[in-house]
């Protein structure tokens, strides 16, 4: 079964660190671009960094970038999202997503991406 999970979220203050962690089962994502997502309550989802499958290739959204980092255990096939200098506006649910197809560029778009996690919450408190 394709599945991803995700981990890591909780309720923090402002300027606190947390690391978000997706595992993916099976050796269906080995090859797949996988990203972090988030949704804000009442808004839209957002992208928020993605990385290829050898974890060489990484972009992260302007907003966040140079205080999230994505890394990926390729061998375990994990990603990471390391948060730092956490604001109140990062509180959202977090989302980690897969590419069905095999040796894709990370990509921004939510339609790049087959397969969804259910969510971590990450609650940010000023």
């Known amino acids: 079964q394709v599945q991803l999970e995700e981990s890591g979220g909780r309720s923090v203050q402002a300027g606190d660190s947390l690391r978000l962690s997706c595992a993916a089962s099976?050796?269906?994502?080995?090859?797949?671009?996988m990203a972090w997502f988030r949704q804000p309550q009442g808004k839209e989802r957002e992208f928020v960094a993605a990385?290829?499958?050898?974890?060489?290739?990484?972009i992260v959204e302007d907003s966040v970038k140079g205080r999230f980092t994505i890394s990926r255990d390729v061998a375990k096939i994990i990603v990471h999202l390391e948060m730092s200098s956490l604001k109140p506006e990062d509180t959202a649910v977090y989302f980690c997503?897969?590419?069905?197809?095999?040796?894709?560029?990370?990509?921004?778009?939510?339609?790049?991406?087959?397969?969804w996690g259910q969510g971590t919450r990450v609650t940010v408190s000023s």
């Open positions: 997503a897969a590419d069905a197809n095999k040796f894709e560029r990370p990509g921004s778009s939510e339609s790049e991406y087959e397969y």
């Open positions: 099976g050796d269906t994502f080995e090859f797949s671009a």
């Open positions: 990385v290829d499958w050898s974890g060489r290739t990484a």
